[in-house]
């Protein structure tokens, strides 16, 4: 599966974004979808991650109650809406697939990686 994220930009803080991330080749619900981000001079880490049906999601503490992941199946897409925006959230947000019926906070167990989108978040 080829991923492809796009929807990043320049919000000010307490504002609202949604990411996409396009998929081709296969459809997503075969995977378990995950969203993950690097802030500058830091390590990525994972955001969120949903199972292969999108019923069940889980949520990084630092994003939980402000951040939403979804999937349209019909689109072979993968969203995050982003509310409630803060300058600790600025980073380049990655789209990831794992080819399991487990879903993962670990980066290293996803198979395949959108390019990245990057969001700022001014103060």
């Known amino acids: 599966v080829q991923l492809q994220a796009s929807g990043g930009g320049l919000v000010a803080a307490g504002g609202s974004l949604r990411l996409s991330c396009a998929a081709s080749?296969?459809?997503?619900?075969?995977?378990?979808m995950g969203w993950f981000r690097q802030a500058p001079g830091k390590e990525r880490e994972f955001v969120s991650t949903s199972t292969r049906t999108g019923v069940i999601t889980m949520y990084a503490d630092s994003v939980k109650g402000r951040f939403t992941m979804s999937r349209d199946v019909a689109k072979n897409t993968l969203y995050l809406q982003m509310n409630s925006l803060k300058p600790e959230d600025t980073a380049v947000y990655y789209c990831?697939?794992?080819?399991?019926?487990?879903?993962?906070?670990?980066?290293?167990?996803?198979?395949?990686w959108g390019q990245g989108t990057l969001v700022t978040v001014s103060s």
């Open positions: 080749g296969r459809s997503i619900s075969t995977y378990v």
């Open positions: 990831a697939a794992r080819a399991s019926a487990v879903t993962s906070r670990q980066q290293t167990e996803y198979d395949y």
